[in-house]
Structures are given as C-alpha cells and as structure tokens.
C-alpha cells in the first residue's frame, strides 16, 4: 500500500522549534523527490520545501528560508522538515508529498497539524 504518514506536529512558542517527520511505504522511496507542503486555515496549500531523490538538492519558499531545513534518510525511508525560529504565520497543517511523475500519481500524507502559539 502506497503511504505517506506524517508526525511530530504539536504547539510550540515563537521562536521554538520543531521537527516534522514522514514515514514512506509502498513505493521506491530513494527514486522520489519530496515535498513538504502547509496549509493554513482559510488559505490554499503552499508549497514550503523540496528536496531531490538523492538528497543532493533542496529548495525552499521565500518565507522559510534560513529557517527550515528538509532532509531525508533514504535507508529508513524517511523525510524531515526541521523547523526553526518558528514564527505564529507557521501555524498550519503541514503535508508530506511524493510529487506526481511520468510513472505514477501524486502520494500525499494525512497531515501533522503545526501551531504556534504562546
């Protein structure tokens, strides 16, 4: 069965941090780049950080970088978002995503709900 399970979300206080991880299964993780996505209430789901199949390449919106750190762990089948110096604008529910491909259709995780609030 092909999944994506996110988990590490919770409150935090500005300027805390947090590490959101996915657990991949059900397909070739290692040959998939990755995606963390958030979506916010009463806004549409953005796209937050990606990182390449090797782990070789990330990429990051404007309003997380130099904050957030994505990796991955290929042996484990595992993606992270490190989230650092968190801000009250992060507060969202935040998505793992296996990109769609010539091959196969987009995987999306449940989603880990990220709040930050004092």
């Known amino acids: 069965q092909v999944q994506l399970v996110e988990s590490g979300g919770g409150l935090v206080q500005p300027g805390g941090s947090l590490r959101v991880s996915c657990a991949a299964s059900?397909?070739?993780?290692?040959?998939?780049?990755m995606r963390w996505y958030r979506q916010a209430p009463g806004k549409e789901r953005e796209l937050v950080a990606g990182?390449?199949?090797?782990?070789?390449?990330?990429t990051y919106a404007d309003s997380v970088k130099g904050r957030f750190t994505i990796s991955r762990d290929n042996g484990q089948n595992m993606v992270y978002l490190q989230m650092n110096n968190l801000k009250r604008e992060d507060t969202a529910v935040y998505y793992c995503?296996?990109?769609?491909?010539?091959?196969?259709?987009?995987?999306w995780g449940q989603g880990t709900q990220v709040t930050v609030s004092s």
């Open positions: 995503n296996a990109p769609r491909t010539a091959f196969h259709g987009a995987v």
């Open positions: 059900g397909f070739t993780f290692s040959s998939r780049g």
């Open positions: 990182i390449s199949s090797a782990g070789d390449t990330t």
